[in-house]
């Protein structure tokens, strides 16, 4: 039995879970390679996608984004997150707009141009994966959706 050490135990390699750990992962490397080939192709830094989708996310969750939010998830600081929007507003991404109810405050938007520029890589991948749903009984997906969101919350809960 082959053991890993992490930092709080050690874990056989065949425990029960070890698995689904793996699968992740694979699915996280994959989707990191696709990440970057699109970057690459649109000469976008991948912190630069890793924003855009962070926008995205906000707009569909009903978030509005600033500067000091985008740099927060992305854990830049202030001048590197300020060179950030620079860059995507230069490239025609992303623009400032002034919040209406407060002058102050700047909300960040992604272009529509941009989005269409996503679609036309990932939508076929996005229609699979979408079309995937009609091989699982709605159980099973509320089990999928259950497991992700708590491992994305363990994950994005970690010590740094």
Same mark, same amino acid.
């Given at each position: *039995?082959?053991?890993?050490?992490?930092?709080?135990?050690?874990?056989?390699?065949?425990?029960?879970? *070890?698995?689904?750990? =793996?699968?992740?992962?694979?699915?996280?490397?994959?989707? #990191?390679? +696709?990440?970057?080939?699109?970057?690459? !192709? #649109?000469?976008? =830094?991948?912190?630069?996608?890793?924003?855009?989708? =962070? %926008?995205?996310?906000?707009?569909?969750?009903?978030i509005e984004?600033?500067?000091?939010?985008?740099?927060? !998830?992305?854990?830049? #600081?202030?001048?590197?997150?300020?060179? %950030?929007?620079? !860059?995507?507003? /230069?490239?025609?991404?992303?623009?400032?707009?002034?919040?209406?109810?407060?002058?102050?405050?700047?909300? +960040?938007?992604?272009?529509?141009?941009?989005?269409?520029?996503?679609?036309?890589?990932?939508?076929?991948?996005?229609?699979?994966?979408?079309?995937? /749903?009609e091989t699982?009984?709605?159980?099973? +997906?509320?089990?999928?959706?259950?497991?992700?969101?708590?491992?994305?919350?363990?994950?994005?809960?970690?010590?740094?």
């Open positions: *039995m082959i053991i890993a050490r992490t930092a709080r135990r050690e874990v056989a390699v065949d425990e029960p879970g *070890m698995d689904l750990v =793996h699968l992740l992962r694979g699915l996280t490397v994959e989707f #990191n390679l +696709l990440a970057a080939e699109f970057a690459a !192709r #649109n000469r976008l =830094h991948p912190t630069d996608l890793r924003a855009i989708i =962070h %926008l995205l996310d906000a707009d569909r969750a009903g984004a600033t500067p000091g939010w985008l740099g927060e !998830r992305l854990r830049l #600081n202030s001048a590197s997150t300020t060179g %950030l929007v620079d !860059r995507l507003a /230069k490239a025609g991404h992303v623009r400032r707009v002034p919040d209406e109810r407060d002058r102050r405050r700047i909300l +960040l938007v992604v272009e529509p141009e941009a989005i269409e520029l996503g679609w036309s890589f990932f939508g076929p991948l996005i229609q699979d994966l979408v079309g995937l /749903k699982f009984s709605a159980a099973e +997906l509320d089990t999928v959706r259950r497991f992700l969101r708590a491992a994305t919350e363990k994950v994005a809960a970690r010590p740094q």
